[in-house]
């Protein structure tokens, strides 16, 4: 994977994978104290105590078709490679949450990407799901909650595309933002 936006998205996939209805993404970039962590937070059905020690094994997959699963150990790997760490807890019938930070200025640690797309993939997806997206540059903060868009759209499903463009457009804008000195 090129960016953590990629990670990010089979972070997610995974969630929805494990039938969670409400995911709460949350990126955190503070120079200050030289981190940058991503935290996906779902309600799915939860990892065991078992599972979650062999998570971190690319051959330890529930997949049926392809008997490898990368998307974990190449996060943990990207993580450790830039200072970080890969944290993940579960509770069987509440949910999951994996974390991974990263020295913000480590040369090696792969740039954020494009969250916004990444945003937009999930919804476009699976537009009856609750995501709670939160980013935070210094103290600077853009959130985003699909719960909050059922009353702009009422019934127009948010995998439209007039949907779409302007989740897009408040995404770019959003984050955009953040990254300006005001």
Known sequence: MLELSHHILDLIE???????????LTVIEDTVSDILSLEVIDDGWGISEEI???????FMTSRRLRKVGLGIPLLQQAA???????????????????????QHSHIDRMPLGDITATIMAVIAA???????????????????????????????????????IWIKTCCREGVKKLYCDE
């Open 14 to 24: 995974n969630s929805l994978a494990a039938g969670a209805s409400a995911i709460k």
């Open 52 to 58: 979650i020690k062999q998570l971190c094994d690319p």
């Open 80 to 102: 450790q490679s830039c200072a970080g760490d890969l944290e993940i807890e579960s509770e069987i019938g509440v949910g999951t949450k994996v974390k991974a930070t990263f």
């Open 126 to 164: 699976k537009p009856d799901l609750n995501l709670f997206y939160m980013h935070m540059v210094d103290g600077r903060e853009f959130t985003f909650d699909t719960s909050v868009l059922i009353n702009k759209f009422k019934d127009t499903p948010f995998n439209d595309v007039r949907v779409l």
